[in-house]
């Protein structure tokens, strides 16, 4: 079993930055894939990043690319979301998301593990 806590989140006005970590328990994280969704009040959750377990490839929806730069560091078992330019439609709850399957290099909705989420405000 596999538990991702999440920080980092809170409020900031456009064009501020944050930083969110996840930090998970176990022993494997290093082979899984991980990454972030993020879900906007009443609508569907969405991807944002997912980095495969070597680090590569790296993905990001394209609504992020350029502002936004996701990375990992294995020894700390713990997955970063940089969040730069921050815009108001930015906001969201943003959840960290693991993948144990090695034929994924992103993570999906039915990935097995969650966070809990934590919440990102950009205010104009």
């Known amino acids: 079993q596999v538990q991702l806590v999440e920080s980092g989140g809170g409020m900031v006005q456009a064009g501020g930055s944050l930083r969110l970590s996840c930090t998970a328990s176990?022993?494997?994280?290093?082979?899984?894939?991980m990454g972030w969704f993020r879900q906007a009040a009443g609508k569907e959750r969405e991807f944002v990043a997912a980095?495969?377990?070597?680090?590569?490839?790296?993905t990001y929806v394209d609504a992020v690319k350029g502002r936004f730069t996701i990375s990992r560091d294995n020894a700390k078992n713990t997955v970063y979301l940089q969040m730069n330019s921050l815009k108001p439609e930015d906001t969201a709850v943003y959840y960290c998301?693991?993948?144990?399957?090695?034929?994924?290099?992103?993570?999906?909705?039915?990935?097995?593990?969650w966070g809990q989420g934590t919440q990102v405000t950009v205010s104009s």
């Open positions: 998301a693991a993948d144990p399957d090695p034929r994924r290099a992103i993570v999906v909705p039915s990935s097995p593990y």
């Open positions: 176990g022993r494997t994280f290093s082979s899984y894939t």
């Open positions: 980095i495969y377990s070597s680090g590569t490839p790296i």
